[in-house]
């Protein structure tokens, strides 16, 4: 036979892409130019390779390390440091630039370690294409690297198989597909080789198997029509890049930060430093001066602070079983309204399991989830012992035989091979204590189809022929002409008839699939065709299956609706069985729309209904993105969780995707900020409550910062008013900063969830890191530590005791260490009183404490701090007026605090956390 393959090259002639589901086989073999018995030539294969490329997926651009080293430097508070390096090298003070540099890389490195290793781990989680596929080269059956599939190949199908590329089929033998991680659906699809209409949708075009997708049943030939990038997965991932990844919520508000403190950094030195010079101070001591009011504003510690603590909550994140792919995702997690969340296999098992099992003596639960044997039968709640339901070991039993899956337990747990329908009732089965026959009997068999809809399974007993069918309730009821209940059988009266009938419509409803089984003993002398066989059959009874919630769904829901957060279904799934999902774990849904009625909407009418009770099925990865989209636009922060191709843009799109770490494919981890790593929608739950505990850290430490910075420039810029000397050298200043505040702002990173943490409503987006409350506290707390440090100067420069300038200058310096280290208890809560989240809740604060204080001890007593920090030592009687000093803005301020609580909870409005919401007043409107 002469060899097709070799007269053109191009498969992919013409322009568009061809209809391929709308053509009759013989049309796609002559446009591909292919040989459907002899497949491509090994030369042609490779030519072909060559022009098309692997047979791979572009997850995105592949993330170098410098990239990654290179974003932990481009920060607006990382500029101002290199800034106040640069000025510290033009003034000659280079110990000053090479501490500042030290902290910068430290910062830097920080982040990228984190980041990094988060991208490897994510390397590892990869699995989603099969290697190796099987195609017909040079007329021979042979194995090949699914890299190496072209357009025009021919490629066998068996149970089991992943589908290498986009396929147009030529044989189907009882093909089944499970195409749950491209359209949603999580019941697999019957597929065959009849073309279909050219408007069909994609999850309705039955003559193409696409890339990715799973062989659940039957065998299939089928020849490749896209690869790569060019099939349906790729098309998908080609969306997703063109999504461009925004900051986040953190990032931008730490820019907002960062320019005001700039600004004001700027703005205060000059303004002190021409005040000075107009008051008759030698210009180059101004402008010293400027600097070192510059090096107080900006607290230098922070971006590494923030990093640390972020990069902490990273090991925080995965004991909740959540891998962050950006240090940032955290704490946007913690600032959700919204939750867009697919449903199989994130919300659901991805398992399917017989829940209901009608009897025509009784209806029975089955329990259980998935694939696990494990699992009662109850009637009316209670256990029954299923030895004494002979009716009830008959369904199973005919479930048993009449199947080609298994179910195997490995150590990932127990799963299925073949049809997930067939391994539930097989899962059903095992409950009951039943097993496959070994060896089995010789069987005959009437296969499943889309037109018969129904399979039938002859044992061949010893003694006579045993017909094991099963089916849709409509096609198995009207071949049945018996019943059989816990007495035995008789006639089918029509009375039964009705109520099978109305049972499994009831089940269907309530979004369960259903399926009869009936049974019939034959003589080992009848012609074994489907019309005698599948006629006068013995009804054994209906089974409810639906692909059941994960056990801590309905808890998770639960605690999301207490902590304001929405969750949104999103899926492709039928509309009945998401409202029934939704039902079952406590959802509030009341109507599903769908992929049709969404696109008729413009985006006012869809904002409208976003504001309904209301859930989506039947939608494709564009419905997904534009539902996303438009929640971002009335200002909701959107995180949006899936596991499939389908859900990958909007992942990408959404302010945080989370994608599913065990049965997530490559492209949707790829585009996410963060990945589960057990595939429960309950971990996020837990993840959130880790955001919302590091915002309040950041709260926390950024407020203390910046109200020892205060304390700091106010007492630089009174004591230049008094025409005092420097009280504070530039060195000193960064010794504070860097050092001694670093470390405790670390601790305070480290601070557990306040309670009630997950019973306040979400914060609001726009609401800054400083609200009018929190500059308030940094302006008293900030004016007591300037004025305190001012007296203590000037006191001991009236003294007059020795070196009266370096004394005053070491007492200023201790001093406002000491106050600025009482002052970090004020911000272990900022509402309630120390003692009730109790003292030593946080040890790693009071070690911080203790180390900070006995650092700057040594920088008053080692001869080489002195000399580096310009120090000289101390008395006891100091010490001892530093402390009584320093005492009152602890005092005060937890008096403050406990007078407020007793008048909250007099007026019945108990505190709520750090962010202090009080009822239902406005973070605005917090004092």
Not at 172 to 181: F, I, P, Q
Not at 615 to 633: C, D, W
Not at 825 to 833: D, H, I, W
Request: net charge neutral.
């Amino acid at each position: 036979m002469p060899d097709k393959t070799q007269q053109k090259t191009s498969p992919m002639e013409g322009t568009g892409a061809p209809a391929w589901h709308h053509m009759d086989a013989e049309a796609v073999i002559t446009r591909l130019h292919t040989d459907s018995r002899h497949g491509l030539s090994t030369g042609e294969a490779a030519h072909r390779l060559q022009q098309q490329g692997p047979n791979t997926l572009e997850t995105g651009r592949k993330v170098h390390w410098y990239t990654v080293l290179g974003r932990q430097f481009v920060d607006v508070l990382i500029f101002i440091l290199l800034a106040a390096a640069a000025i510290s090298v033009a003034v000659g003070e280079m110990s000053d630039a090479v501490t500042i540099m030290i902290i910068v890389v430290l910062n830097g490195v920080l982040g990228f370690v984190q980041e990094w290793k988060a991208e490897r781990a994510i390397e590892a989680l990869q699995r989603m294409l099969a290697p190796h596929c099987r195609v017909v080269r040079d007329g021979h059956e042979q194995d090949i690297d699914a890299k190496e599939l072209v357009p025009g190949d021919m490629v066998m199908l068996e149970i089991g198989d992943r589908v290498p590329g986009d396929l147009r089929l030529l044989e189907a033998l009882d093909l089944r597909l499970d195409e749950s991680s491209l359209t949603g659906e999580s019941e697999s699809v019957g597929k065959g080789i009849d073309p279909v209409d050219k408007e069909a949708p994609l999850a309705s075009r039955s003559s193409v198997a696409w890339m990715g997708t799973a062989v659940t049943n039957g065998r299939a030939r089928g020849v490749v029509i896209a690869t790569g990038m060019a099939t349906e997965f790729g098309r998908i991932a080609q969306l997703t890049q063109t999504i461009g990844r925004e900051a986040t919520p953190l990032q931008r508000k730490l820019a907002v930060l960062g320019k005001q403190l700039g600004l004001f950094s700027i703005t205060i030195s000059v303004v002190v430093a021409l005040t000075g010079w107009l008051l008759g101070k030698p210009l180059l001591e101004m402008f010293m001066t400027g600097v070192s009011l510059a090096v107080a504003v900006v607290p230098e510690g922070l971006p590494a602070v923030v990093t640390i603590t972020l990069a902490l909550g990273v090991r925080a994140m995965v004991r909740r079983r959540a891998l962050l792919r950006r240090l940032q995702a955290a704490e946007t997690l913690g600032a959700a309204t919204v939750i867009c969340t697919d449903k199989t296999g994130t919300l659901t098992q991805n398992e399917m399991t017989v829940t209901h099992i009608w009897l025509p003596s009784g209806e029975l639960a089955v329990t259980g989830v998935g694939y696990d044997p494990k699992g009662r039968f109850e009637e009316n709640g209670s256990q029954i012992d299923y030895g004494r339901r002979p009716d009830l070991l008959a369904l199973l039993e005919t479930g048993l035989r009449c199947n080609h899956a298994r179910i195997v337990k490995d150590g990932r747990g127990w799963n299925e091979i073949g049809e997930p329908t067939e391994a539930s009732l097989i899962t059903a089965a095992y409950k009951a204590g039943l097993r496959p026959e070994e060896p089995p009997h010789a069987v005959s068999e009437f296969s499943f189809n889309s037109r018969r809809k129904r399979m039938t399974v002859i044992e061949h007993l010893p003694e006579a022929f045993m017909a094991h069918v099963k089916g849709a309730p409509e096609v198995i009821l009207e071949r049945c002409s018996r019943i059989s209940d816990n007495a035995g059988e008789r006639e089918m009266t029509e009375t039964d008839r009705r109520t099978a009938g109305a049972v499994y419509q009831a089940l269907a409803e309530q979004g369960l699939r259903t399926l009869a089984l009936a049974r019939r003993s034959l003589p080992q002398n009848i012609a074994l065709d489907e019309e005698h066989i599948e006629q006068e059959l013995t009804l054994l009874g209906i089974v409810g299956i639906i692909d059941p919630p994960h056990v801590e769904v309905p808890e998770a829901i639960r605690l999301a609706d207490s902590a304001g957060i929405r969750v949104v279904m999103i899926t492709g799934d039928a509309p009945a069985t998401a409202l029934s999902i939704a039902r079952s774990i406590g959802l509030r849904a009341e109507r599903a729309i769908i992929g049709p009625e969404l696109e008729a909407m413009d985006d006012d009418r869809l904002r409208q209904i976003l504001q309904q009770k209301v859930l989506f099925a039947r939608t494709t990865p564009e419905h997904k993105m534009r539902i996303v989209s438009v929640l971002k636009k009335t200002g909701q922060v959107v995180a949006m969780t899936g596991d499939g191709v389908n859900d990958a843009p909007a992942l990408k799109k959404a302010d945080i995707g989370i994608a599913m770490g065990l049965r997530g494919t490559d492209v949707a981890k790829s585009a996410s900020d963060m990945i589960l790593t057990d595939d429960n929608f309950a971990s996020i739950i837990g993840a959130v409550e880790e955001g919302r505990r590091q915002y309040d850290n950041i709260q926390k430490f950024v407020r203390y910062l910046l109200s020892s910075n205060m304390g700091e420039v106010l007492a630089i810029f009174i004591n230049i008013l008094l025409g005092g000397p420097l009280i504070l050298l530039p060195v000193q200043i960064l010794w504070m900063n860097l050092v001694t505040d670093g470390m405790t702002a670390v601790a305070l990173g480290l601070e557990p969830a306040e309670k009630g943490i997950m019973q306040r409503p979400p914060r609001k987006a726009k609401e800054p890191i400083l609200n009018r409350e929190g500059i308030l506290m940094i302006l008293l707390l900030g004016g007591y530590i300037g004025a305190a440090t001012l007296w203590l100067f000037h006191h001991y420069l009236a003294a007059g005791r020795g070196e009266a300038v370096l004394l005053a200058q070491t007492v200023a310096f201790t001093g406002i260490i000491v106050l600025e280290k009482m002052n970090v208890f004020n911000y272990r809560a900022l509402r309630a009183p120390l003692k009730t989240i109790g003292f030593f809740s946080n040890p790693w604060v009071l070690l911080a404490w203790i180390f900070t204080i006995g650092l700057q001890v040594c920088a008053v007593y080692v001869p080489f701090l002195q000399r580096a920090l310009h120090t000289t030592p101390l008395a006891w009687v100091d010490w001892g007026l530093i402390f009584v000093i320093a005492l009152p803005i602890f005092v005060m301020a937890e008096t403050y605090k406990w007078f407020r609580r007793h008048r909250m909870l007099r007026n019945n409005a108990a505190p709520l956390g750090i962010n202090g919401q009080y009822g239902n007043r406005r973070s605005s409107d917090r004092i």
